[in-house]
């Protein structure tokens, strides 16, 4: 689990930037919207990403969550946990992708269409566990 004062950040500031490893060993920055979840913080993306790419490739990664301001931000250096219609089963996958729009923008006004968006769009959940965790909001 994260810790309280992490979680409470990002639960108020969902904006952030993903640094994942391209096939070259270069840096790929991805602009984000998080969550806290569970043991980590979590955001959805298309299977046809380049940021979903990297990871499924090498998993290590980071996620600068910043306030708006960007005076405040947490780094959550780590390896991302993917979750997707190969690897998850179908009704924990539409759980996931639930609790994860919970966690950044609240309730949505029809889960059904959401929960078919979804799958028409090929998401996937991605989950960036942190070993190390740093930053100015501490």
């Given at each position: 689990m994260l810790p309280d004062n992490i979680s409470e950040f990002i639960s108020k500031n969902d904006k952030?930037?993903?640094?994942t490893f391209r096939r070259n060993g270069a840096a790929q920055l991805s602009i984000v919207s998080v969550g806290a979840y569970g043991e980590g913080a979590a955001f959805t993306t298309?299977?046809?990403?380049?940021?979903l790419a990297n990871l499924r490739r090498d998993a290590r990664c980071s996620l600068l969550v910043s306030h708006d301001s960007w005076w405040g931000f947490v780094v959550l250096e780590g390896a991302a946990r993917i979750m997707s219609a190969d690897n998850t089963d179908a009704e924990e996958l539409r759980m996931a992708f639930r609790d994860v729009y919970r966690?950044?923008?609240?309730e949505h006004?029809?889960?059904?269409?959401?929960?078919?968006?979804?799958?028409?769009?090929?998401r996937a959940v991605v989950i960036v566990i942190p070993e190390r965790i740093y930053g100015t909001a501490l």
């Amino acid at each position: 689990m994260l810790p309280d004062n992490i979680s409470e950040f990002i639960s108020k500031n969902d904006k952030a930037v993903l640094s994942t490893f391209r096939r070259n060993g270069a840096a790929q920055l991805s602009i984000v919207s998080v969550g806290a979840y569970g043991e980590g913080a979590a955001f959805t993306t298309t299977a046809d990403r380049a940021k979903l790419a990297n990871l499924r490739r090498d998993a290590r990664c980071s996620l600068l969550v910043s306030h708006d301001s960007w005076w405040g931000f947490v780094v959550l250096e780590g390896a991302a946990r993917i979750m997707s219609a190969d690897n998850t089963d179908a009704e924990e996958l539409r759980m996931a992708f639930r609790d994860v729009y919970r966690s950044i923008s609240g309730e949505h006004p029809d889960w059904d269409d959401y929960d078919r968006a979804m799958v028409e769009d090929r998401r996937a959940v991605v989950i960036v566990i942190p070993e190390r965790i740093y930053g100015t909001a501490l």
